[in-house]
Antibody, heavy 118, light 107 residues
Framework: QVHLLQSGAEVKKPGASVRISCKAS????????IHWVRQTPGQGLEWMGL???????NYAHRFRGRITMSRDPSTSTIYMELSGLRSEDAAVYFC????????????WGQGTVVTVSS | EIVLTQSPGTLSLSPGESATLSCRAS???????LTWYQQKPGQAPRLLIY???SRATGIPDRFDGSGSGTDFTLTISRLEPEDSAVYYC?????????FGQGTKLEI
């Protein structure tokens, strides 16, 4: 059974960084893109960026300069780090997989809640 | 960046009725890259429709996607209480992905 297991909830102060992990299992890790999507309280979905099987990244314009995605093929784990946190970054962060560029996010992680508070 | 605008914001219908959800793009979108998701409270989104009109695995034929260019539609027939959710459209274009703001369907 394909599974994307995300790390647990985080509480951060404004200006800090947060790093969330997404561990993939039961599929060929190197065949799929991994995306990060966030959802602010009561709001819709926002695409943040992707990392492809080669480790290349593509970030949404509004996060460029603040976001870094990386991967560890040896553990099938993908990481997303967001720096310079502000109150509006408080959200649920999801990872999701896509088979190449098909615009089909077929499996999602369970979500990681990030709280930003002083 | 292509902006997707979904309407209506909220739709309240009764079981057995049909729902029509709209997704309008700010510029033309390839039908290959227009996708619909369903999200229930406290859950991750679920892939419903891809390629504008193809149902994902396990999605009943009550869910039907259509459209092209800038106008896309998700139609849900014979509504059931379990269809209560927020529905999002998504597109890929210009190396970027964007989501619509969602339509809340209440049964």
């Amino acid at each position: 059974q394909v599974h994307l297991l995300q790390s647990g909830a985080e509480v951060k102060k404004p200006g800090a960084s947060v790093r969330i992990s997404c561990k993939a299992s039961a599929y060929t890790f190197t065949r799929y893109y991994i995306h990060w999507v966030r959802q602010t309280p009561g709001q819709g979905l926002e695409w943040m960026g992707l990392i492809n099987p080669n480790g290349d990244t593509n970030y949404a314009h509004r996060f460029r300069g603040r976001i870094t995605m990386s991967r560890d093929p040896s553990t099938s784990t993908i990481y997303m780090e967001l720096s310079g946190l502000r109150s509006e970054d408080a959200a649920v962060y999801f990872c999701a997989r896509e088979l190449a560029v098909t615009c089909q996010f077929d499996y999602w992680g369970q979500g990681t809640v990030v709280t930003v508070s002083s | 960046e292509i902006v997707l605008t979904q309407s209506p914001g909220t739709l309240s219908l009764s079981p057995g009725e049909s729902a029509t959800l709209s997704c309008r793009a700010s510029q033309s979108v390839s039908s290959l890259f227009l996708t619909w998701y369903q999200q229930k409270p406290g859950q991750a989104p679920r892939l419903l429709i891809y390629g504008a009109s193809s149902r994902a695995t396990g999605i009943p034929d009550r869910f039907d996607g259509s459209g092209s260019g800038t106008d896309f539609t998700l139609t849900i027939s014979r509504l059931e209480p379990e269809d209560s959710a927020v529905y999002y459209c998504q597109q890929f274009g210009g190396s970027l992905y964007t989501f619509g703001q969602g339509t809340k369907l209440e049964i």
